[in-house]
């Protein structure tokens, strides 16, 4: 089980690569908040693998942590497009 673990957080580590370069390779607004998003649950991911193999619960307490980032961060990128105006992408 230990080495299934370790393939799936270094898949997800590889996602969240892939969900960098995309970051800083997308010319649009819009396509930056969704790596953000993308990169966030993939940490959430990461760290909700590795608190399954450590168990301690501060890993699930940090991992709850970003997700509430990525909920209020998505809100706020929502909230400035709808304040902007109209003719941007």
């Known amino acids: 089980m ?3 673990l370790l393939a799936a957080a270094l ?3 590889l996602n969240a690569v892939v969900g ?3 970051l800083y390779a997308s010319p649009y607004p819009a396509d930056r908040m969704l790596a953000i998003l993308l ?3 993939t940490t959430v991911a990461i760290l909700l693998l590795l608190a399954y193999r450590h168990e301690p619960p501060v890993l ?3 991992a709850l942590s ?3 980032l990525a909920a209020i961060g998505s809100i706020a990128f929502v909230q400035q497009r709808l304040r902007a105006p109209p003719h941007e992408p």
Do not use: C, T
């Open 11 to 13: 898949l997800l580590l």
């Open 20 to 22: 960098v370069v995309s």
């Open 60 to 62: 699930l307490e940090v």
């Open 66 to 68: 970003f997700v509430l």
């Open 2 to 4: 230990s080495g299934f």
């Open 39 to 41: 990169i966030g649950s």
